[in-house]
């Protein structure tokens, strides 16, 4: 740096030279970016000290925010309103705009054309890169964002058959066998599943540890207990009703979510039986509504938050050319144990409860 003429002016490449990092990680500090480790940092800026270094422009600008979307099919559920408070919290954080998205029409985005024309409205917007909020069928976009080279994370990622794709979720398998083997434990021999469609691959997961946790128990799957349909309280109430209807009615029913547990415990009022007296039900999610519920509601804790979280570092980091470590990411799981569940009862005309 001595040997430099006087009346030339620095360059960013000489203050990244001077503080042993790149051109890009040296414009990140000088930017305010956040994905700079501190000490990194401190040496860029040392080396702008000792060089004089002045931006090139006539004023120094404030860094950019940059921006992504979160796209999703709903935005009115608990889980979505969940994982976006994580979302919105990382994007504060990492000085980054959020615009939130309904997806265009399924019919629409499952189109080349059309989903490479939506792709483009968000790049020529400004979006750095999307989050998919367990968003259907959107093979059609996720290989449009490819082409043109924005960055695309799914959360909960459904209908999704390509195995390039960026996904983040929680640990779906383990989370469902936890939730059969706390039932199992509490003496339970008849237990129900009612997940969620069958094209959702976090549905296809809890219903492979729900059906673990009975292999394990030397139980055989029985085909008359399981159903499968939307994430919705209706899809609760219709199936629980069935279920309840049966002449060998299950004792615990694990439900794919929080939504179908709900309409679980409504289609058990209906029908007049107590939970947990006569019918312990687990659910799947722990959101806010789980502590609503009369009962509360047993359910299976993932971190919402966590996802939405991860999604917007995972596609921060992308967007700045770094690949993920783990193209599927699976966030740990636990049980939330409430009032729903309990040891199975005798039930009147029947005797005791099967062991």
Known sequence: MAGRPSTERPTLADVARAAGVSTGTASKALNGRLDIAEDTRARVLEAVAALGYRPTTAQWEPPRTR???????????PYVSNVLQGLLAAAMTAQTDVLVRLAPDRAVRATKAAAQAWVSEQKESGVVGI????????????????????????IDPVDVDDP???????????????ATEHLLELGHRRIGWIGGPAASAAARERFHGYRAA??????SLDRTLVRSDPFSIET????????????????????GDDEIAVGVIAAARELGVPVPGRLSVVGFDDTPQAAWTTPQLTSVHQPLAGMGRMAVETVLAMA????????????????????????PAAVAGTGPARR
Do not use: Y
Not at 67 to 77: G, L, M, N, R, W
Not at 165 to 177: E, I, P, Q
Not at 326 to 340: C, G, N
């Open 67 to 77: 921006t992504i979307a979160a796209v999703t099919d709903v935005v009115d559920s």
């Open 131 to 154: 989050v998919g909020i367990t968003l259907s069928r959107p093979n059609a976009v996720l290989q449009a964002a490819r082409k043109v080279g924005m960055p695309f994370v799914m």
């Open 164 to 178: 390039r794709t960026v996904s983040v979720g929680s640990a779906n398998w383990a989370g469902a066998r936890t």
């Open 214 to 219: 009975l292999d394990s128990a030397g139980i």
């Open 236 to 255: 609760g109430l219709v199936h629980g009703c069935e279920l309840l209807a049966l002449p060998a009615a299950p004792t615990g029913i694990v439900a």
């Open 320 to 343: 700045d050319g770094v690949e993920p470590a783990s193209r599927h990411v699976q966030l740990a799981t636990s049980l939330t144990v409430r009032d729903s569940t309990a040891p």
